[in-house]
């Protein structure tokens, strides 16, 4: 849609992560505050990590560090020199010090010392590669030759011309990159007031397997120092498995290779009961502008208290379908009890390839699925084999017994669950 549609704002602004104060509604700013804190603190590990799932506010928790910071006085010995990269936008290139080093040139701003701008091109050269000659020339405004003469050791040993000469040039050259971003460092740290410098690093886990052990070392041997903390927001299993992917039939263990670069971490805190206000409030942000009172409420004491369905982003896009369901002029199906259409989408954004082989206008096909999940029906005849993986996903299990088996009789539910299917159906699910 274009730019001034309406519509189009309005979905993006409610998925989105938050970046205001404002929108906190689930009290996620205490975290970020703590965050902030520790980060001011003068023992600050030079890494730190920020775990979470996907949707459970890790990029809305940076931006609130980050407008916290803000609102610090330029006075405040505490305020912090913030910058957010999205690792992302880079994984083309595979290298994240690009984007770095030209935050530090604008920070460190017109800079007379011949001295600042040849250490500057030699952290530049030694960070080339190949296929990032065009963004060096783009984005740095230097001409290829002004680091040739330090890339060149990289580019030897990658065509196997590994002589021990050519060795000790290049672990020389890395030696010195390192001490000269030191130097840009701490001259940014001067001109800033004494302020640390922290760097954001936000969606590494979305990037592609084969490139997220690039980024993540890219920046390795730019770690340590003593005015820089790097915070990485992201699925430390999802990375950890990426880099036991890359190091497959070795010895190296992802989890432990995350915990040597970033020693320290925090995880998301996860929702639990005591929030269910909150989240409420959280999710009347997707109610329709012209909705009326005849739309059903979303009971979330129904919702089975499991992390993979208590995620943020996961319940507002639940929510947000499950409205636009009840403002749709006609249905098709049985009628059905709104907590049932709530709990089938919440299946459906928590584990789509389960719903597919589950979604059905069929009773008899429900029921075959759902004897899965009741004990006295598992050797019924008219039992639909499922694969292991998703009887042996224990929060499936629960999920379906609490929301479909319980205290319910199956001959009633398997026709109130397949009038539901097929009046999702006509909503947008499958």
Same mark, same amino acid.
């Given at each position: %849609?274009?730019?001034?549609?309406?519509?189009?704002? *309005?979905?993006?602004?409610?998925?989105?992560?938050?970046?205001?104060? $404002?929108?906190?509604?689930?009290?996620?700013?205490?975290?970020?505050?703590?965050? /902030?804190?520790?980060?001011? !603190? !003068?023992?600050?590990?030079?890494?730190?990590?920020?775990?979470?799932?996907?949707?459970?506010?890790?990029?809305?928790?940076?931006?609130?560090?980050?407008?916290?910071?803000?609102?610090?006085?330029?006075?405040?010995?505490?305020?912090?020199?913030?910058?957010?990269?999205?690792?992302?936008?880079?994984?083309?290139?595979?290298?994240?010090?690009?984007?770095? &080093?030209?935050?530090?040139?604008?920070?460190?701003?017109?800079?007379?010392?011949? !001295?600042?701008?040849?250490?500057?091109?030699?952290?530049?050269?030694?960070?080339?590669?190949?296929?990032?000659?065009?963004?060096?020339?783009?984005?740095?405004?230097?001409?290829?030759?002004?680091?040739?003469?330090?890339?060149?050791?990289?580019?030897?040993?990658?065509?196997?011309?590994?002589?021990?000469?050519?060795?000790?040039?290049?672990?020389?050259?890395?030696?010195?990159?390192?001490?000269?971003?030191?130097?840009?460092?701490?001259?940014?740290?001067?001109?800033?007031?004494? @302020?640390?410098?922290?760097?954001?690093?936000?969606?590494?886990?979305?990037?592609?397997?084969?490139?997220?052990?690039?980024?993540?070392?890219?920046?390795?041997?730019?770690?340590?120092?003593?005015?820089?903390?790097?915070?990485?927001? +992201?699925?430390?299993?999802?990375?950890?498995?990426? *880099?036991?992917?890359?190091?497959?039939?070795?010895?190296?263990?992802?989890?432990?290779?995350?915990?040597?670069?970033?020693?320290?971490?925090?995880?998301?805190?996860?929702?639990?009961?005591?929030? %269910?206000?909150?989240?409420?409030?959280?999710?009347?942000?997707?109610?329709?502008?012209?909705?009326?009172?005849?739309?059903?409420?979303?009971? &979330?004491?129904?919702?089975?208290? &499991?992390? $993979?369905?208590?995620?943020?982003?996961?319940?507002?896009?639940?929510?947000?379908?499950?409205? @636009?369901?009840?403002? +749709?002029?006609?249905?098709?199906?049985?009628?059905? $009890?709104?907590?049932?259409?709530?709990?089938?989408?919440? &299946?459906?954004?928590?584990?789509?390839?389960?719903?597919?082989?589950?979604?059905?206008?069929?009773?008899?096909?429900?029921?075959?699925?759902?004897?899965?999940?009741?004990?006295? $029906?598992?050797?019924?005849?008219?039992?639909?084999? /499922?694969?292991?993986?998703?009887?042996?996903?224990?929060?499936? +299990?629960?999920?379906?017994?609490?929301?479909?088996?319980?205290?319910?009789?199956?001959?009633?539910?398997?026709?109130?669950?397949?009038?539901?299917?097929?009046?999702?159906?006509?909503?947008?699910?499958?």
């Amino acid at each position: %849609m274009s730019k001034g549609s309406g519509v189009s704002k *309005i979905i993006n602004q409610i998925f989105d992560p938050i970046a205001d104060l $404002e929108n906190d509604d689930l009290g996620r700013s205490a975290f970020a505050r703590q965050l /902030l804190a520790r980060l001011s !603190e !003068e023992n600050c590990s030079p890494t730190i990590g920020l775990y979470g799932g996907w949707g459970v506010g890790k990029t809305s928790t940076l931006h609130l560090i980050e407008k916290i910071n803000d609102a610090c006085s330029d006075t405040n010995p505490n305020k912090l020199e913030i910058t957010y990269v999205d690792a992302w936008c880079y994984e083309v290139t595979g290298d994240l010090t690009i984007p770095i &080093l030209i935050r530090l040139r604008e920070l460190a701003g017109d800079q007379k010392d011949p !001295e600042y701008s040849t250490r500057w091109k030699r952290v530049v050269g030694v960070v080339a590669q190949a296929g990032t000659d065009i963004l060096l020339r783009k984005l740095l405004d230097l001409e290829l030759g002004d680091v040739k003469e330090y890339a060149q050791y990289i580019q030897e040993a990658s065509k196997g011309g590994k002589t021990p000469q050519t060795l000790k040039n290049l672990m020389d050259a890395v030696d010195s990159a390192q001490k000269d971003f030191e130097y840009l460092v701490n001259e940014v740290w001067e001109k800033k007031q004494h @302020r640390r410098i922290v760097f954001l690093i936000d969606n590494l886990d979305r990037c592609s397997p084969e490139n997220v052990v690039r980024l993540l070392e890219s920046i390795r041997n730019f770690m340590d120092p003593q005015h820089l903390t790097w915070v990485f927001a +992201m699925d430390s299993g999802v990375i950890a498995s990426y *880099i036991d992917k890359k190091y497959e039939d070795t010895k190296m263990d992802g989890n432990s290779y995350l915990d040597k670069i970033i020693p320290e971490q925090y995880h998301i805190p996860p929702i639990t009961s005591s929030d %269910m206000p909150k989240l409420q409030r959280f999710l009347a942000r997707v109610l329709p502008e012209n909705h009326n009172a005849s739309l059903p409420e979303i009971n &979330l004491m129904k919702v089975p208290q &499991l992390p $993979e369905v208590l995620v943020p982003r996961r319940l507002l896009k639940t929510a947000h379908r499950f409205y @636009r369901a009840y403002m +749709m002029p006609s249905k098709l199906g049985a009628p059905a $009890e709104p907590d049932t259409i709530f709990a089938l989408i919440l &299946l459906y954004n928590s584990w789509p390839a389960f719903y597919e082989r589950f979604s059905s206008d069929q009773p008899e096909h429900v029921r075959g699925i759902l004897a899965n999940f009741i004990q006295k $029906e598992q050797n019924s005849p008219h039992l639909i084999p /499922l694969p292991q993986k998703y009887l042996a996903d224990r929060s499936l +299990m629960h999920y379906m017994y609490h929301c479909f088996v319980k205290g319910q009789d199956p001959d009633a539910t398997q026709i109130i669950l397949a009038g539901s299917m097929a009046w999702l159906r006509e909503a947008g699910l499958p």
